[in-house]
């Protein structure tokens, strides 16, 4: 009996500056490159992933900065799922609050992007670096064939 190969893995990476500028540049290559694997404005999960970058880019550039210059995005494709990771050098790994901080300070994007991969059958994960001096911020989705 013959073993499969295993699914192949497209990934895509832009390294980025953890300045307020990178959040648009981040929406734009993921734009692009979601449409460049079919996954075009009309797709359903389009707006979903857009969102989950913009939301975790722009908590690298809020509360990594000062340790971690830059950020990592990165889309890996594959058949059945698209994972969006976001890898910065700040050792702090956030989960999210009950409840968004009243006072407007925090709490309602990394909510926001738990409440969108549950809403498409996803997951998020934040996973620290070996060395203890860094995080991803993992969210898997799965792609409708």
């Known amino acids: 009996m013959a073993v499969a190969d295993p699914p192949q893995t497209v990934r895509y990476q832009l390294s980025l500056d953890t300045v307020p500028a990178s959040v648009p540049a981040a929406r734009r290559g993921a734009r692009a490159e979601l449409a460049a694997r079919g996954l075009d404005a009309d797709h359903p999960l389009t707006d979903t992933v857009l969102l989950v970058v913009s939301e975790l880019v722009t908590n690298a550039v809020r509360h990594a900065a000062p340790r971690s210059p830059r950020a990592t995005?990165?889309?890996?494709?594959?058949?059945?799922?698209?994972?969006?990771?976001?890898?910065?050098?700040?050792?702090?790994?956030?989960?999210?609050?009950?409840?968004?901080?009243?006072?407007?300070?925090?709490?309602?994007?990394?909510?926001?992007?738990?409440?969108?991969?549950?809403?498409?059958?996803?997951?998020?994960?934040?996973?620290?670096?070996?060395?203890?001096?860094?995080?991803?911020?993992?969210?898997?989705?799965?792609?409708?064939?």
């Open 73 to 145: 995005l990165r889309l890996d494709f594959s058949a059945r799922e698209l994972t969006v990771r976001v890898h910065d050098r700040h050792p702090h790994c956030p989960r999210p609050p009950e409840v968004p901080h009243e006072d407007g300070s925090g709490g309602w994007g990394l909510s926001l992007v738990h409440e969108l991969a549950a809403l498409s059958g996803g997951l998020v994960e934040t996973v620290a670096d070996p060395d203890g001096g860094g995080k991803t911020m993992l969210v898997r989705l799965p792609l409708d064939g």
